[in-house]
């Protein structure tokens, strides 16, 4: 059983900072590609930011420049530093991973439960 568990959302001005962390646990050998992703009411979700095991990171074309993605492979961490935000981030985020429980056992993907961010005066 694995579970990913967010944290970081709340309330926060325009121009303001949030960081969102999202820890995995449970029988893990392996992590591939952590990622963030967000859906914000009435649209699709869409892909924010993505990080590898080698940290090779991608983002979503909006928030370039002012969201960072970062992750601690020893405690099976990702972390989403957002900057600069604007009232369009508002949304609920999800995390998500690319999990294996053996060397030979298939990649799954999982999800976190979301964290709200509200950006709004």
């Known amino acids: 059983q694995v579970q990913l568990v967010e944290s970081g959302g709340g309330l926060v001005q325009p121009g303001g900072s949030l960081r969102l962390s999202c820890a995995a646990s449970g029988s893990i050998f392996s992590i591939n590609i952590m990622g963030w992703y967000r859906q914000a009411s009435g649209k699709q979700r869409e892909l924010v930011a993505t990080i590898t095991k080698g940290t090779d990171t991608n983002y979503l074309d909006s928030v370039k420049g002012r969201f960072s993605i970062s992750r601690d492979n020893a405690k099976n961490t990702v972390y989403l530093q957002m900057n600069s935000l604007k009232p369009e981030d508002t949304a609920v985020y999800y995390c998500?991973?690319?999990?294996?429980?053996?060397?030979?056992?298939?990649?799954?993907?999982?999800w976190g439960q979301g964290t709200q961010v509200t950006v709004s005066s």
């Open positions: 998500n991973a690319e999990i294996r429980f053996g060397p030979v056992s298939p990649w799954r993907n999982y």
